[in-house]
Every structure is written in C-alpha cells, then in structure tokens.
C-alpha cells in the first residue's frame, strides 16, 4: 500500500525554525517527484517546492526562497523540508505529496498521492 507520512510540525514563535519530514514507502520513492505543499483554511493547496527524481529542485513561492530547504534522503525514503525564520504567513497545513509520471503537477497544487498532512503555526 502506497503511504506517505509526514511529521515535524509545530508551534513556533516568528523567526523560528521547523524541519518537516515525509516517510515513504519504498514502492514510491522513485516516482518522477516529489513536493511539499500548505494549504489554510479558504485556499486552494499550494505547492511550495518540489524535488525530481534526477535532484532537481524548484521553489515555487517567492516569500519561501532563502528560507525553506527541500531535500531527501534516498537511504531513510524520506523527504524534508527545512524552514527558517518562519514567518505568521507561514502559518498552514503542510502536505506531501508524491507524483508518478511527468509533468510534475506540484507546479499546479497537485499529486498522485498525498500524506496525511502536518500543521505549523508560526506566531508573531
């Protein structure tokens, strides 16, 4: 069975740090990427970074560059998402999510499979 378990977030004052992680299960791990997204309350669910599975990297918000690292671990199945000086905008449900095939429709808030989701609030 296809599962994708995020964990890691939490409360945090403004300027603090979170490291978000997504376990995989191994059957899914070489699909064609792999995406963090957020989504609040309202809002159609973003994508905020993806990886491929040759390594590349795209972060699709602005207000994200500099601050939040996408990376993964081919060994531990798992996929990370680094975020510093957090920001109360920052504040969402966190999803990740996995995509079989190309294109990568993190780009469009999309994907094949999905965790469980993981919220982060971040506090001024």
């Known amino acids: 069975q296809v599962q994708l378990t995020e964990s890691g977030g939490g409360s945090v004052q403004a300027g603090g740090s979170l490291r978000l992680s997504c376990v995989a299960s191994a059957s899914i791990y070489s699909t064609y990427c792999m995406g963090w997204f957020r989504q609040v309350p309202g809002k159609e669910r973003e994508g905020v970074a993806r990886?491929?599975?040759?390594?590349?990297?795209?972060y699709f918000l602005d207000s994200v560059e500099g601050r939040f690292t996408i990376s993964r671990d081919d060994a531990e199945n798992t996929l990370y998402l680094q975020m510093n000086s957090l920001k109360p905008e920052d504040t969402a449900m966190y999803y990740c999510?996995?995509?079989?095939?190309?294109?990568?429709?993190?780009?469009?808030?999309?994907?094949?499979?999905w965790g469980q989701g993981t919220q982060v609030t971040v506090s001024s």
């Open positions: 999510g996995a995509v079989r095939k190309s294109p990568c429709s993190v780009t469009i808030g999309r994907a094949d499979y």
């Open positions: 990886i491929l599975s040759d390594g590349g990297i795209r």
